[in-house]
Structures are given as C-alpha cells and as structure tokens.
C-alpha cells in the first residue's frame, strides 16, 4: 500500500478524489498528500502533491509554472495610512497591467542573463514579448491585496505567476510528452495527462531548466508588481516603504528531496520553519505562516481556501447582491465580471487552516482593505 494523507477529507469533492487515486495507481508514483483546499484540476487534483521515482509529469505541474505568493510588510500603520481606498485602487490599476494586458515596453530584469534556458525557451521568449509581461498581473484569481495584521501593521501581498512564458513553456513539454508516448504532439489533460518525461531522457533536464527560469521569472514578476504598488501607494499621497524580506513561496513547482521528485499543483512548500503566505478569498484575507515539516504531508500545505464552485457554476448560481453584501467595507473589483470570485465561490479558509494545524502553524493573519482583481 502506497503512502497517502488526506487533509479536510469531508470537504473535498469526490472528483478530486477520483483524479487523486488514479494518480497513485501508477507504478512510478511512490507517495502522495492531498490538501485541505484540493479541488478537480487539469490531470491532477489542485492541492495535489505526488512523489515520484525518476520520472516527472509536466501536466503535474501544470500551466501557470511558480504561480505563487509574495507577502511584505510595509512600514505602514494603519493609523497612519489615511485611507483613500478607491483612489489607491485606481492608482494601483494606473500602475500594474491586469487581465490580458501587457505593458508598452519591455521591462529591466537584472538577472535575465544568468537565467539559464533553452534555446527553445529563448526563442519562444523574444517571440512572446516575455519582458514586457513583467510586472503584470494576470486574472482569474490572481490578485494584489493591502491589508493589516493583528499589529496594525499594513502588508501587501500579491499573487501572480509566469503569465504567457509559463503557459507557452508547460504547453510546449505537455506535447513533447505526449509525443513520446503516442507520436502525437497534443498537450492532453485529464489522467491522458499522466504523460511523464524520464530521467534518462534529455527532455527531462530542458524541462527542468526551463521550469527553474519560470519560477525566477514569476519571482521577479511579483517583486515588481510590490514595487508599483509601493509606487501607487507614493502617488496617493503615502510616503512609506517595505520592512524586511519579501516573503516568496510558489505552488506550482517540483521539488528533489530524498530520491523522489515532488510534484506540488497548487499546494505550498511548508518545510520547518519556512515562511508562507495562504489566501482566503476577498473577504477574509490571507494567513502568513510557519511551516512544519510535516513528511506525511510531504512537507506541503495548501495554497489558498480552494474553490467549492467552478467558475462557470459560480456565474450562473451566485448573486450579485450577495457578493456586494459580502464585499462591504472593503475596497475591491466587485464587478459581475468577477462573480466567480466572491468569496462564496470558495471553502471556509477558517475550516481549512484547521484542517492543516499539523502542517503549518499560523504566524499573521492580514485582513483585508483594497483588493484589485485582474
């Protein structure tokens, strides 16, 4: 019997489940850890976290690679931040590119040229305008938050990833997958997407390379976007500064631990003493936290409170009312358009950090004030 552990188990969907366990089934899987906010994904479960001997599945991985979380503390109290919230909103969309929008011009990345990256990549990046996605937000549940603590410290926290370069990137070797396994170059989901690449096969490390670039890349991404929003917040009128490191941590990534390869989709590295960032939902904020270690879980947490509706079933079953009335007193992009992400769309975050008490341990809890949505 293949270890597993499963967090929140009553409040998973059971075709979350059913994508978990064919996962398991196959023989070069060796563990695997489903977390509290898991929900069905594309070949894997989001909040799935799979080990594997020698082999390693793009699709497992999947699209938005080093999609993740950046959270800082700013030197901000709310006192002292007299609060124009739809103006700093405004200033901040003025700033950061959201949706599909790009900017004019490339943007300065100090270290693009120690990346190391495919011919492929270099090609595809040039092609696609890569640096002018820097700094971009993207949509879907990607977002820039200002929030407290429980110090009245002010933060901002951001979640993004490798927008277009990452997409491109993992739909290239889900079809170099694909072709060695069938002949056809086809980026296949569902469990055709249990597809992996060998570590025996130069595809495997390009793979590797080119996913180590995305995730500095969405890295850098998100550093940016902390800087105009800083920006923003100088164009408001608020003088102020960050104070400490920037807290990082992605959830679409592979990890080498012990001879295994750990795939994490949507699910956030918790080793002991690691900082983290977890969202809520628009309403309720987001969880700084300390990781664990905990093995069972593959030393994973969740990446957020993880969706109970599907996008389309929240459009067609949410109502609007319900998310103005949620939304109030808070600044945000409550639009029809983003029904999809009201906060009912989404689990109790507060049922999940309860579910994941053994994986991390809750250091700040930031509660919102402005929320811009792609």
């Known amino acids: ?21 064919k996962a398991m089934e196959l023989d070069c ?9 898991a929900h069905l994904g594309y070949a894997l479960p989001i909040g799935g976290v799979v080990a594997t001997k020698d082999v390693i599945f793009p699709s497992w991985v999947g699209y ?16 002292e931040l007299d609060l124009d919230g739809e103006a700093i909103h405004a200033s901040i969309h003025d700033h950061v590119p959201v949706g599909f929008r790009h900017n004019r011009r490339p943007v300065t990345w100090r270290e693009f040229a120690t990346q190391p990256r495919t011919d492929m990549l270099e090609k595809m990046f040039f092609d696609k305008g890569g640096l002018k996605q820097l700094g971009t937000l993207g949509g879907g549940n990607h977002f820039i938050e200002i929030g407290y603590d429980e110090e009245a410290s002010v933060w901002i926290i951001v979640h993004s990833g490798s927008r277009n370069v990452g997409h491109s990137v993992a739909t290239h070797y889900m079809k170099e997958a694909s072709f060695l396994h069938t002949g056809v170059r086809k980026a ?5 997407g249990f597809m992996a690449v060998s570590n025996d096969d130069n595809l ?8 180590k670039f995305c995730e500095a890349f969405a890295l850098e991404n998100r550093k940016i976007i902390i800087d105009r929003v800083l920006d923003a917040l100088h164009c408001s009128g608020h003088p ?3 104070e400490g490191e920037i807290i990082n941590r992605n959830h679409n990534h592979v990890e080498f631990r012990d001879g295994l390869i750990i795939h994490r989709k949507g699910a956030t590295h918790a080793d002991k003493g690691m900082l983290g960032v977890i969202p809520g939902n628009m309403r309720d904020g987001s969880f700084i936290v300390r990781g664990r270690g905990n093995a069972d879980a593959l030393w ?12 389309k079933q929240a459009k067609e079953t949410l109502d609007f009312a319900d998310f103005q009335e949620a939304m109030t007193g808070l600044t945000a992009s409550v639009v029809e358009a983003n029904i999809d992400e009201s906060p009912m769309a989404y689990k109790d975050i507060y049922a999940v950090m309860e579910h994941q008490k053994d994986l991390v341990d809750i250091v700040s809890h930031v509660m919102p004030i402005i929320n811009v949505k792609g």
Do not use: W
Not at 1 to 18: H, L, N, R, S
């Open 1 to 21: 019997m293949k270890q597993t552990a499963i967090y929140g188990v009553e409040d998973i969907d059971p075709k979350a489940f059913d994508q978990f366990y």
């Open 29 to 37: 899987v060796v563990k695997g850890a489903l977390m509290a906010d």
């Open 64 to 79: 938005d690679i080093g999609c993740g979380m950046c959270a800082v503390k700013t030197d901000f109290s709310l006192k």
């Open 188 to 192: 296949r989901e569902g469990h055709f």
């Open 204 to 211: 495997f490390n390009d793979y590797i390379k080119d996913l």
């Open 240 to 242: 102020g500064d960050i």
């Open 300 to 311: 994973s947490s969740s990446h957020g409170a993880g969706r109970v509706l599907g996008r």
